[in-house]
């Protein structure tokens, strides 16, 4: 009885003793949270995809309330959220327009050049020979995109490809990091014309290989009315910056790769709105009589 006795003692004793350590402990290691950063964070979403280009929302909430980052950077939560971290940091959220992940890949019947049997995820393929794909620039089709897809926003089709559901892409950028071939761009979404192809071939090669290749044929270039794409080691580039997404060099396009992403497409704005308004105007008015 005497031993049970003295361990229970000895016990509350080692209870006591390290009760206190933690104590003090809490006491002398305790760091004051900004509340700033709490109501931020609890504005967030708390996702924690990286989209911000912050590693999750705590580290994004403490740059905002810290540092003075800027509060329109949380893609999911859009100008909702934006305008609740504008409200708690006492700042006008501007608007940032929407961006979304698009495949620059839309090939047709490329074949296998060996029977690849390994790890059936890209990254593993692309480090046997490129890839299983005869075309060594197109997507391996083991859907790497859609398992790291934190909205599930990218889908495999029955053609091999995946396709981005843009209402729920979120622009994280997570498919661009996982595929090897790098065939994802994050872009705004009022850019609606793509070149949804990265063959670097000449014009013979590629066609042997993928049934819709950019050929270089330069068709494009000739009718672009903006100086907005070119033909760069046998590929069509557009320059987003100039692109107004008018979409003449999708109607020459031989292989039908320059694709008008969207149905339709917002009023071009600035001085592109008003020289197509003034081309227009000059179209319709009849010519004088002498």
């Known amino acids: 009885m005497e031993t049970v006795l003295a361990a229970l003692i000895s016990m509350g004793f080692l209870g006591l003793f390290f ?96 029977h690849y049997s390994g790890v059936t995820n890209c990254r593993a393929a692309f480090l046997v020979q490129g890839g299983q794909k005869n075309c060594e620039y197109g997507c391996l089709s083991f859907g790497d995109c859609v398992v790291v897809c934190p909205t599930k926003a990218i889908k495999m089709q029955p053609n091999g490809l995946p396709v981005v559901n843009e209402d729920l892409c979120i622009a994280c950028g997570k498919c661009a990091e996982i595929c090897p071939k790098n065939l994802y761009k994050i872009l705004p979404i009022s850019k609606y014309v793509h070149v949804r192809c990265m063959n670097l071939d000449k014009g013979g090669t590629a066609k042997k290989k993928c049934d819709n290749p950019c050929i270089a044929c330069m068709k494009c270039q000739k009718v672009c009315p903006f100086d907005a794409i070119h033909v760069t080691n046998n590929l069509a580039v557009i320059d987003y910056n100039k692109c107004t997404s008018c979409g003449e060099c999708v109607k020459v396009c031989p292989t039908n790769i320059i694709r008008n992403y969207r149905d339709g497409r917002p009023a071009v704005a600035g001085w592109v709105n008003q020289w197509i308004d003034m081309a227009m105007v000059t179209k319709r008015s009849p010519k004088k009589r002498s």
Do not use: T, W
């Open 19 to 114: 009760g206190l350590g933690l104590a003090f402990a809490s006491e002398r290691f305790h760091v004051d949270v900004n509340p700033k950063v709490e109501q931020v964070e609890g504005s967030l979403p708390g996702i924690n995809c990286g989209a911000c280009g912050y590693a999750g929302c705590s580290k994004y909430a403490q740059a905002v309330a810290l540092e003075g980052v800027p509060v329109n950077l949380c893609v999911p939560g859009g100008e909702a959220v934006a305008e609740k971290l504008g409200n708690v940091m006492g700042v006008k959220a501007e608007k940032r327009e929407k961006r979304v992940a698009v495949l620059m890949c839309s090939a047709k019947n490329v074949k296998d050049k060996f």
